[in-house]
């Protein structure tokens, strides 16, 4: 299968770049080169940094991909928001996004120009907000209610992103007593064109409506 073929492919470089230890040199030289040149790397760092983020977040990368979210090029923007999505998926990386403060700036991105910024703004947090900390952080950033808007967004990614990272508020009790009044909006959802979006979305309302 090309597919298959394709993936395999992609998966055996990325671990040889993690291999043959050229993710620090790949961070240090995020901080340097031309945008064109931001824009590959980052698409690279987020690939390798799925299989493996501990050499990346020894080298300072959430600092670093803090700054690039500040970008006035949408790309740099979307894409270091993607790979922080790589980078939080291991306990240590959404403790670095919380302590560098990132979260607040993912949460002003959630009303970027630019629909994709969106999508992987609220698939970072997303991540960011499975600890406590991060969870709180969003929530005194505000997050909800701008969480709440893209529900209509007419990226489906966007739509699914955000009702997940609702649903990681809706676990504490501040964003479920917040987000109890918004049920409705989340049936509307139970009707959505992607399947993923409905199932999130049912999802959702169960821990919504959990009661204690």
């Known amino acids: 299968m090309p597919g298959s073929t394709g993936a395999f492919s992609a998966l055996a470089g990325a671990q040889g770049i993690i291999y043959s230890g050229l993710i620090p040199s790949l961070v240090w030289k995020l901080q340097r080169e031309e945008e064109d040149i931001q824009v590959l790397l980052l698409d690279t760092l987020s690939f390798c940094l799925m299989e493996d983020a501990s050499e990346a977040l020894s080298s ?32 240590e990386g959404k403790n670095q996004v919380w302590q560098c403060d990132v979260i607040p ?77 918004q049920v409705p909006n989340f049936r509307n959802l139970e009707l959505d064109i992607s399947m993923a979006v409905r199932r999130a979305a049912q999802i959702a309302i169960r821990v919504i409506e959990w009661k204690p």
């Open 60 to 91: 300072r990368v959430v600092p670093i991909l803090k700054e690039k979210l500040l970008s006035p090029n949408a790309s740099i923007r979307s894409k270091a928001a993607h790979t922080l999505i790589a980078v939080s998926i291991r306990l």
């Open 105 to 181: 700036i993912l949460v002003h991105l959630l009303k970027d120009t630019e629909v994709k910024v969106q999508a992987n703004a609220a698939g970072a947090l997303m991540y960011a907000t499975v600890t406590t900390e991060g969870k709180y952080a969003a929530l005194d950033a505000d997050a909800i209610p701008l969480l709440l808007k893209l529900l209509n967004s007419p990226l489906s990614q966007a739509r699914l992103n955000a009702v997940k990272t609702l649903t990681m508020l809706a676990e504490a009790p501040e964003g479920r007593k917040f987000l109890q009044a």
